[in-house]
């Protein structure tokens, strides 16, 4: 396969994600969706101009970003493409999948008040704490089987502390976790790091019937044998059963990791019904244990703490694919200056994504088109086992370089691939 051919196998696998994953969307807004779709993948970005310079239509280029731009502002948009990705990916959510919930943000550095609509403080990681740094915030789920490579984005939300009617960053999250779960008929196991060591959590866990896996700050008290204790107290009395190595990567190196952990068995205060496991795990070095509470009571045995421990540490790959997602498609670059327009952008860099990583990354049947992408991006070292990055380079090329947009009715034959020349010896 050569590259032009693939561009070509790119752009009707691009043209078959939009009428299956988008069958109710009307046909003006489906075209919308593609050009879309291409434009993001081919420029990387998410300014419009540069989006409607891919697009190279036969208009003049002002004409092209305003019919763009006024498309963004239908009704609902963003809800449309959210719910449609959503229950794509909801066939890849099993029991034992790992159903990853990790708020984060878009960070706005040098936009001003005023300037872009509902700008408000976000958070600093560097401080710990909200900072003067301006923005809007996310919540990103992602699905994933324990300690694999393929990951499914499900949602990505975005929403403004200074939005109308906005109540708590709380409310958000459990919306997304409730739209997820609804979606996929309660299946997954939902892993939250510490940020979601309240009650606000737990509550709604529990009363919707879901398995679900948090990592604890400690201060929380517990219900064990002897009473009411807290958790790092009852985490510091924890038999530490098991040991093994862990391997793990960290800024680029790999890294072998002696573990030692164990369980008890526990319960919530507001919860005495509810039979909960308190899984302890002790890293080399850390003055504190991980501790992981979860709903997955048959943690007893090596195996099934295993899948607690792998389960939480799935979690971080979550992190990856929002990098990925921000840096790919440049979504902190977005410029748009109508809230609506804003978060459906958002939805569609989330779709954007799920062709990257799940269309194309997980279906076996273009596994030989997936290669192939992946070997146009041009690595100079072998390709990490998080390979996203090199099929949104890869399609950028062939978009970038190989044909143009052509509509989704558009004539686009494949092209000859090209004849061996033959030499006769006379």
Avoid at 355 to 374: N, P, T, Y
Wanted: net charge neutral; aromatic share 10%.
């Amino acid at each position: 396969m050569n590259d032009t051919t693939a561009a070509h196998r790119l752009r009707e696998q691009l043209k078959k994600f939009v009428g299956i994953v988008f069958p109710h969307v009307p046909k003006l807004q489906k075209e919308f969706l593609g050009q879309m779709f291409f434009g993001i993948q081919a420029g990387q970005t998410t300014v419009l101009s540069r989006i409607a310079r891919e697009l190279d239509e036969d208009i003049l280029l002002k004409k092209t970003e305003e019919r763009l731009s006024r498309h963004l502002l239908a009704a609902k948009l963003d809800e449309t493409v959210r719910d449609a990705v959503l229950a794509h990916g909801a066939a890849y959510v099993h029991d034992d999948t790992v159903v990853s919930i990790d708020p984060s943000d878009i960070q706005k550095p040098y936009a001003q008040e005023g300037g872009m609509p509902f700008l408000a403080k976000v958070w600093d990681g560097s401080k710990g704490r909200v900072g003067d740094n301006l923005g809007y915030n996310l919540c990103f789920a992602t699905a994933t089987p324990s300690m694999s490579c393929r990951i499914v984005p499900l949602r990505m939300t975005m929403w403004s502390a200074k939005e109308d009617g906005f109540t708590s960053e709380n409310d958000k999250v459990l919306g997304v976790i409730r739209d997820v779960a609804r979606e996929c008929g309660k299946r997954g196991i939902y892993v939250y790091d510490r940020g979601g060591d309240g009650n606000w959590l737990f509550d709604f866990f529990i009363a919707e019937g879901l398995d679900f896996i948090v990592r604890l700050v400690g201060d929380r008290h517990l219900l064990h044998w002897n009473g009411k204790r807290l958790a790092a107290d009852l985490a510091g009395d924890c038999e530490m059963k098991y040991r093994q190595r862990v391997t793990f990567k960290s800024h680029g190196k790999e890294l072998v990791v002696p573990i030692e952990y164990g369980s008890l068995p526990v319960r919530l205060p507001d919860h005495p019904g509810v039979e909960l496991r308190l899984v302890v795990v002790k890293w080399p070095g850390s003055e504190k244990p991980m501790m992981l509470l979860t709903t997955l009571r048959a943690a007893r045995s090596r195996r099934s703490l295993q899948q607690v421990v792998e389960g939480y540490l799935t979690r971080w790959r979550v992190e990856e694919t929002i990098r990925f997602v921000k840096q790919a498609y440049e979504i902190e670059d977005v410029r748009l200056l109508r809230y609506d327009r804003l978060k459906a952008m958002v939805a569609i860099v989330l779709a954007v994504a799920y062709f990257a990583m799940a269309w194309l990354g997980l279906r076996e049947k273009l596994a030989v088109l997936s290669d192939h992408v992946k070997r146009v991006s041009r690595r100079m070292f072998e390709v990490p086992e998080f390979f996203f990055y090199a099929i949104a380079d890869g399609v950028c090329r062939l978009f970038t370089r190989h044909g143009r947009w052509n509509g989704l009715d558009g004539p686009d034959e494949e092209p000859e691939e090209p004849c061996q020349l033959e030499l006769a010896l006379q």
